[in-house]
């Protein structure tokens, strides 16, 4: 059994979609979200045995609204694709072959259908792939991943194609909801340069991104370059693979068990938490959006009094102070150290408008 396992206990390891490997990227710092990815733990559990839940995902309400924008898009072969395509690339054709992969039975059978047909394009030809499914090796897993669709243009270039429910309007989307596009697509794009051990240039880092337009159904399309994603993603895709550094820092007979009773937790949730703080994390706000552990470590960091928990803007503008206590000592400006002189004098000033402020 790996250490990983072994970390896991008697739970079965759950799959990895790309949502969450593109959350990996958020975040590459945190050893405790390394591991517990690493090991296949289902945070979701964890964290709602623990009394601290998980608060984010989809609502019902945008789960159907994208289904049903999809399905618009992708209608009559792939119409609105093909449309969209020529007018962003450029792309000399009226018509693109398209294959619905979809129908396969079975996973694997899946990705070989929508490898052979990828396989088998004739580079002249524009094609389009729809449900297709590639595969990542993750930790150690081989996951398998399903992009919206997959264009393969007339210069024998790939494309991914990630099809969004939030609005363009007049040229502009929420940057958050673009950015985490874009973590999520070049998952895709990664994946599929390895499988086919292919050039970079084969597969193209800019992903086409289709949305709705304004506040209509109507589809509209940009193209979002992904390279400073892929970079990320590949060091937290390393780090996961050298992810042996980081046990050897851990104890020897750390375990997160669950002791599952059929689907039920048994372990006390106290033992559980204290195991779980025996792996570093570096809680940051932006988790809230990104990870199933963020309300349990933002509980830890605040107990702690860790500066993480303000957000990153402030731990780099309090480079070196470690700790809420400390900076307030500071502020008050007395027995000032040397080599934290320029940031109490800030802080100092801070104190002083809010003083003002409040008087
Ligand atoms: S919520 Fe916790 S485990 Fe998840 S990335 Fe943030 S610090 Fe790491």
């Known amino acids: 059994m790996s250490r990983l396992d072994a970390i896991r206990g008697s739970s079965l390891p759950v799959a990895h979609n790309a949502r969450a490997i593109a959350a990996l990227a958020a975040n590459p710092a945190c050893d405790r979200r390394a591991v517990l990815d690493g090991a296949g733990i289902d945070k979701s559990t964890i964290v709602e045995h623990l009394g601290f839940p998980a608060r984010f995902g989809q609502s019902p309400f945008?789960?159907?609204?994208?289904?049903?924008?999809?399905?618009?898009?992708?209608?009559?072969?792939?119409?609105?694709?093909?449309?969209?395509?020529?007018?962003?690339?450029?792309?000399?054709?009226?018509?693109?072959?398209?294959?619905?992969?979809?129908?396969?039975?079975?996973?694997?059978?899946?990705?070989?259908?929508?490898?052979?047909?990828l396989g088998a394009a004739?580079?002249?030809?524009?094609?389009?792939?729809?449900?297709?499914?590639?595969?990542?090796?993750?930790?150690?897993?081989?996951?398998?991943?399903?992009?919206?669709v997959i264009a393969f243009q007339a210069d024998h270039r790939l494309h991914v194609v990630a099809i969004k429910s939030f609005p363009i309007i007049d040229g502009q989307a929420d940057p958050g909801k673009v950015s985490a596009a874009a973590r999520e697509a070049a998952v895709y794009v990664h994946a599929m340069r390895e499988l086919f051990g292919l050039d970079p240039e084969r597969v193209s880092h800019d992903v086409i991104l289709i949305c709705p337009k304004d506040f209509m159904n109507f589809p509209t399309a940009c193209l979002v370059d992904v390279r400073l994603q892929l970079e990320a993603l590949k060091r937290q895709l390393a780090r996961l693979a050298r992810i042996d550094t980081i046990?050897?820092?851990?104890?020897?007979?750390?375990?997160?068990?669950?002791?599952?009773?059929?689907?039920?937790?048994?372990?006390?949730?106290?033992?559980?938490?204290?195991?779980?703080?025996?792996?570093?994390?570096?809680?940051?706000?932006?988790?809230?959006?990104?990870?199933?552990?963020?309300?349990?470590?933002?509980?830890?960091?605040?107990?702690?009094?860790?500066?993480?928990?303000?957000g990153r803007s402030v731990r780099d503008d309090l480079g070196g102070i470690e700790s809420l206590d400390m900076a307030i000592e500071l502020m008050g400006g007395e027995n000032v150290p040397t080599e934290h002189a320029a940031i109490a004098e800030r802080l100092g000033f801070v104190r002083r408008i809010l003083d003002e402020a409040v008087a």
């Open 247 to 310: 046990l050897d820092r851990l104890p020897p007979d750390l375990s997160l068990d669950l002791r599952l009773a059929g689907e039920t937790p048994t372990r006390p949730a106290a033992e559980l938490g204290a195991a779980l703080s025996a792996i570093p994390a570096r809680y940051a706000p932006e988790c809230l959006a990104a990870c199933e552990m963020a309300y349990f470590c933002r509980d830890e960091a605040r107990a702690c009094g860790s500066l993480e928990a303000l």
């Open 122 to 148: 004739a580079p002249e030809t524009a094609t389009l792939v729809d449900h297709p499914l590639v595969k990542l090796g993750v930790a150690g897993y081989e996951v398998y991943l399903e992009p919206d």
């Open 62 to 117: 945008a789960i159907t609204r994208t289904r049903e924008f999809k399905a618009i898009v992708k209608a009559d072969e792939g119409a609105h694709v093909l449309r969209l395509l020529r007018e962003l690339l450029d792309l000399p054709v009226k018509e693109a072959e398209y294959h619905d992969v979809g129908h396969a039975s079975g996973q694997e059978a899946r990705h070989r259908h929508t490898m052979d047909v």
